[in-house]
């Protein structure tokens, strides 16, 4: 996901990413981080900014309170009533190579909204490009989210045990090799797989590994 969508906002001078819901008020750093759906930049800058809580000091989340169009990040330094904030932001940021970037506003259909922000160390981006960035953001968190409920609902689905049975299917093992491996017998893997390819509404056991596969369930 994370590679498709640098791939996208390379030609525009973008190195970086990162994608997560907008927080609406102050939240301690586990719920933070919960929030977070992908990125891509540098882990020091990552933890840096996590620890000392910058979320909500950061001009373009205060920017996102109030904006749902997409804007570049000197737009939010500029539009910042504390100009500490943007000076810290701002200054530390570049350290890491990220010193310009665009923001990407996501809707979402329960009201909650998120964003994808680019980020790089120089950017030239066109009408074009930010049109191209805007559906492919949005197109990326959707498809992100739809494959993580997706998983999840296929994971409340599968037995631990049936999980077992298509990861090693998974494997390339034959139902006798899974049966040794886990200690069952091989009438009872029949059983889990079975089992697994109807809750899946798979048609053969090849579509029931290619669904969990295709929802990571298997990795």
């Known amino acids: 996901m994370e590679r498709c969508l640098l791939n996208i906002a390379a030609p525009h001078g973008f190195s970086a990413l990162f994608a997560g819901f907008v927080p609406t008020e102050p939240a301690p750093p586990r719920e933070i981080k919960s929030r977070i759906l992908f990125q891509r930049l540098p882990s020091e800058w990552t933890s840096r900014y996590l620890d000392q809580g910058y979320v909500f000091r950061d001009p373009i989340v205060h920017r996102l309170q109030r904006d749902r169009t997409p804007f570049d990040w000197d737009d939010a330094y500029e539009s910042c009533p504390s ?25 979402m259909l329960d009201g909650c909204f998120a964003a994808v922000s680019f980020g790089g160390s120089g950017a030239s981006i ?31 689905q599968v037995t631990p045990r049936e999980f077992d049975c298509l990861l090693w299917a998974a494997e390339g093992k034959t139902d006798w090799e899974i049966s040794l491996i886990l200690g069952i017998s091989k009438s009872t893997v029949v059983k889990h797989l079975l089992s697994a390819r109807e809750k899946l509404g798979a048609v053969t056991k090849g579509h029931a590994i290619a669904i969990a596969l295709r929802s990571k369930l298997i990795r």
């Open 83 to 107: 100009k500490d904030d943007v000076e810290l932001i701002q200054g530390e940021a570049s350290e890491f190579g990220l010193r310009a970037g665009h923001v990407v506003p996501v809707s």
């Open 126 to 156: 066109s009408p074009e490009g930010r049109a191209i960035l805007s559906f492919a953001a949005s197109y990326a968190v959707g498809n992100f989210l739809h494959y993580r409920d997706t998983r999840r609902r296929l994971l409340g």
